[in-house]
C-alpha cells in the first residue's frame, strides 16, 4: 500500500484513512496511560470473577471512565494543537468540519 506523507502535519495518508506522526515522548505517554486503563480493566474481570460486591466494581468502572475521558482529554488537545492547527494554516478548513464531527461525537 503506498502512503504519502501529509504536507503540514507529519502524517501519512493512505487508501485505509489518515494516520499521525507522533513523536516517541507522545507515543510514551499514550501508551502508559493505555497500559494503565488496561490494568484497571482487568482488575474489574477480577473483580467480577471474585464475585466482588456490585458497587464496588461500579466504583471501578467509573475510575476506568474517567481514566479514558482523560486520555482523549489529552489526545483531543494534541489534535488540536498540531494537526487542526496546521490545516488551517495551509488553508484547509475542511478539518473544522471533522473536528466539530467529533466534539459532537464524544459528546453523547
Do not use: P
Amino acid at each position: 500500500m503506498e502512503t504519502k506523507k501529509c504536507c503540514c502535519c507529519a502524517s501519512e495518508e493512505s487508501s485505509s484513512g489518515k494516520t499521525k506522526a507522533r513523536t516517541e515522548e507522545e507515543k510514551k505517554a499514550l501508551v502508559n496511560r493505555l497500559s494503565r486503563i488496561e490494568g484497571q480493566v482487568r482488575g474489574v474481570k477480577n473483580m467480577i470473577e471474585n464475585d466482588a460486591y456490585c458497587v464496588d466494581v461500579m466504583t471501578q468502572v467509573a475510575a476506568i471512565n474517567a481514566a479514558l475521558v482523560s486520555f482523549n482529554k489529552q489526545l483531543l488537545s494534541n489534535h488540536i494543537e498540531t494537526c487542526v492547527a496546521e490545516h488551517l494554516k495551509a488553508g484547509d478548513e475542511s478539518v473544522i468540519e471533522e473536528l466539530v464531527n467529533l466534539t459532537q461525537k464524544l459528546m453523547r
